[in-house]
Each structure stands twice: as C-alpha cells, then as structure tokens.
Nanobody, 124 residues
Framework: QVRLAESGGGLVQTGDSLRLSCGTSGGTFGGYAMAWFRQVPGKELEFVASRSWKGSWIYYSDSVKGRFTISRDSVGKTLYLQMDALKPEDTAVYYC?????????????????WGQGTQVTVSS
C-alpha cells in the first residue's frame, strides 16, 4: 500500500512562490492518478489540481489555473505542486491524494490514499 507524506509548506507573503512535495513510501505511485486538495478550517475540502500518471490529462481549479503547476518526478516517487503568485486566499492545509481508479478526477471521494497535509499560509 502506497503511503503519502506532504512537505514544503510554510509562511510566505503575497506574490511569493512555494513548491509542495508529496513523497511516497511503500512503493511508487506508478499508474496512479494523483491530486492536490486543500482545506481551510471550517470549510469543505477543495480540489486544486490533478493529473494522470502519464500526464494525458491534467486539471486545475479555476482559482489556481495559471498560477499553480502539478508535476511528478520520472520514477513516480514524488508529486509536486509549484505555487506562484500566491494570494492570502490560498492559505490552507494542502493534501496530496492518489488512486488507481478514477471516475471524476476532481472529486475527493475518488481518491483512497491521502497524506497528512502541510500548512500553507500567505500573509497580505
């Protein structure tokens, strides 16, 4: 069973960049669809970005499109989320998720492996 662990969160200022990483243990995520979600306390989990293993499809939420980039390394051990032009409204706990079977790549319910989350705080 693949296990995920996010890193790279922190406190930054508006307009700064940050790169989140999602490392795997217990195997690789070869063949998995991968995604990033985020959550603000008291609010629902929000889809951020997702991609297929081969990159044949990649989706972004409208709120991050053009600013965030989802990618992975070549061996399937690390997923990335490059976040540029950060805004205070990007402040949240960010989670990576994975699944071998995907129906709706933006739906949290389709992912069955999750990391513990990493906090991103963007000050104004």
């Amino acid at each position: 069973q693949v296990r995920l662990a996010e890193s790279g969160g922190g406190l930054v200022q508006t307009g700064d960049s940050l790169r989140l990483s999602c490392g795997t243990s217990g195997g690789t995520f070869g063949g998995y669809a991968m995604a990033w979600f985020r959550q603000v306390p008291g609010k629902e989990l929000e889809f951020v970005a997702s991609r297929s293993w081969k990159g044949s499809w990649i989706y972004y939420s409208d709120s991050v499109k053009g600013r965030f980039t989802i990618s992975r390394d070549s061996v399937g051990k690390t997923l990335y989320l490059q976040m540029d032009a950060l805004k205070p409204e990007d402040t949240a706990v960010y989670y990576c998720a994975a699944s071998q079977i995907i129906d709706d790549a933006t739906n949290e319910g389709d992912y069955d492996v999750w990391g513990q989350g990493t906090q991103v705080t963007v000050s104004s």
